[in-house]
């Protein structure tokens, strides 16, 4: 059965430091992996997906995302986190890209 | 670009009663997917149509919900009749399909349709 996992519910993290929010996922194929953020009283954005090739994925807003096969991981990344990042964060795992799971989500606050 | 609409944004109704959602996806995009948001939780796929099809609908709970996409673009999901634990924000999202059956375009989400049911 496929599955997400995103072992922290809440991040915190001064502005201007670098954050990572972590994110294991459980597939029997091949994963397909991809980040959401959600702004309050808003729906998901796309921010980046890993598919296929290099492992490490680049996308909106200065984040990127390592996918590590050994690690079954998918860490979202940023070098320098802004207060405007302060959201809630899913992360999507699929096998055949026809049925998504969805983590609980991490809450990300950056303090100014 | 117009992003998805839905609608109505909130509703409140009692346990028993009906209710519909409504959505619309982006312009050209063929795939269009049903979430359930419980409170502190992440969203949980319903169904999931390609055009007018259904592609997966194996976690719809068949004897109250319903979803149609008549044409292939609108969608309308009900619930009847609405329990307690139907409390949820209601997902909307489209994407573009892709050849050889696999769905793995980015999906782009509406604001959702916050339900309580009293």
């Known amino acids: 059965a496929q599955s997400v996992a995103q072992p922290e519910d809440q991040v915190n993290v001064a502005e201007g430091n670098p954050l990572t929010v972590k994110c294991t996922y459980s597939?029997?194929?091949?994963?397909?992996l991809f980040w959401y953020v959600q702004y309050p009283n808003r729906g998901l954005q796309f921010l980046l997906k890993?598919?296929?090739?290099?492992?490490l994925v680049k996308g909106s807003y200065g984040f990127e995302a390592e996918f590590n096969k050994s690690q079954t991981s998918f860490h979202l990344k940023k070098p320098s986190a802004l207060v405007s990042d302060s959201a809630l964060y899913f992360c999507?795992?699929?096998?055949?890209?026809?049925?998504?799971?969805f983590g609980t989500g991490t809450s990300l606050t950056v303090i100014p | 670009e117009a992003g998805v609409a839905q609608s109505p944004r909130y509703k409140i109704i009692e346990k028993r009663q009906s209710v519909a959602f409504w959505c619309n996806p982006i312009?050209?995009?063929?795939?269009l997917y049903w979430y359930q948001q419980i409170l502190g939780q992440g969203p949980k796929l319903l169904i999931q149509?390609?055009?007018?099809?259904?592609?997966?609908d194996s976690q719809l709970p068949k004897d109250r919900f319903s979803a149609e996409r008549l044409k292939g673009v609108d969608s309308t999901l009900k619930i009847q009749p609405a329990k307690l634990e139907d409390s949820a924000v209601y997902l909307c999202?489209?994407?573009?399909?892709?050849?050889?059956?696999?769905?793995?375009?980015?999906?782009?989400f509406g604001p959702g349709t916050r339900l309580t049911v009293l």
């Open positions: 597939v029997s194929g091949n994963p397909y």
């Open positions: 999507a795992v699929s096998d055949t890209g026809n049925q998504f799971y």
């Open positions: 999202a489209s994407s573009l399909a892709v050849s050889g059956g696999r769905f793995y375009n980015e999906q782009f």
């Open positions: 149509f390609q055009n007018n099809g259904v592609v997966d």
């Open positions: 890993y598919i296929t090739g290099d492992n």
């Open positions: 312009s050209g995009h063929a795939t």
